[in-house]
Nanobody, 123 residues
C-alpha cells in the first residue's frame, strides 16, 4: 500500500518561503503522478500543482504560477513544493495525493492521500 506523508508546513511571515515535502513509502513513486492540494478554512479543497510520473508534465493553479515550484526526486521517493512570496491567503492545510502516471484536476481520481501539513502565513 502506497503511503504518503507531508512535512514542512509551519507558521511563516508574509513574503516568506517554505518547502513542503511529500515522502512516499510502500511503493516507488516513479509510476505515480503527485498532486498538491490545499484546503483553507471554510473553503473547498483545490489542487495547486501536479507533476506527472515522468516529470514531463507540470501544472499549476493560475494563482500559484511563478510563486510555487513542484519537483520530484524519485531516488528519494519524495515530491516537493517550493512556495515563495507567501501571502496570508496561502494559509491552508496542504495535502499531497497520488494517482497512476498522469495528472488530473479531479481529486476523486487520486487514490492515495497524505494527512496534510498546516501552512500558516501571518505576521
Amino acid at each position: 500500500q502506497l503511503q504518503l506523508v507531508e512535512s514542512g508546513g509551519e507558521l511563516v511571515q508574509p513574503g516568506g518561503s517554505l518547502r513542503l515535502s511529500c515522502a512516499a513509502s510502500g511503493y516507488s513513486l516513479d509510476s505515480y503522478a503527485i498532486g498538491w492540494f490545499r484546503q483553507a478554512p471554510g473553503k473547498e479543497r483545490e489542487e495547486v500543482s501536479c507533476i506527472s510520473s515522468s516529470g514531463g508534465v507540470i501544472n499549476y493553479i493560475r494563482s500559484a504560477e511563478g510563486q510555487f515550484t513542484i519537483s520530484r526526486d524519485n531516488a528519494k521517493n519524495t515530491v516537493y513544493l517550493q512556495m515563495n512570496s507567501l501571502k496570508p491567503e496561502d494559509t491552508a492545510v496542504y495535502y499531497c495525493a497520488a494517482r497512476r502516471k498522469f495528472c488530473s484536476d479531479a481529486e476523486d481520481l487520486y487514490g492515495y492521500w497524505g494527512r496534510g501539513t498546516q501552512v500558516t502565513v501571518s505576521s
